[in-house]
């Protein structure tokens, strides 16, 4: 079996992969550091924009 070469704080947590689920629907993994320091959490609105070529995902405003 081979190891994840990664490791927790080198850099590479930016570096995700698009994955396919269902016929119509992606994912993108989001780092735990990040969601900490956002104070995000588990199952929380967000909204999903695209800006200047970029996809930009913001804390949904209620």
């Known amino acids: ?16 992969k698009i994955t396919k689920t269902g016929s119509y629907t992606y994912y993108v993994t989001i780092p735990k550091s990040y969601m900490d320091e956002l ?5 929380q609105l967000v909204e999903v924009n ?11 405003p209620q």
């Open 1 to 16: 079996m081979k190891k994840n070469p990664r490791k927790h704080g080198d850099g590479s947590e930016k570096i995700r």
């Open 39 to 43: 104070g995000w959490r588990e199952r």
């Open 50 to 60: 695209i800006e200047n070529g970029r996809l930009v995902i913001s804390d949904w």
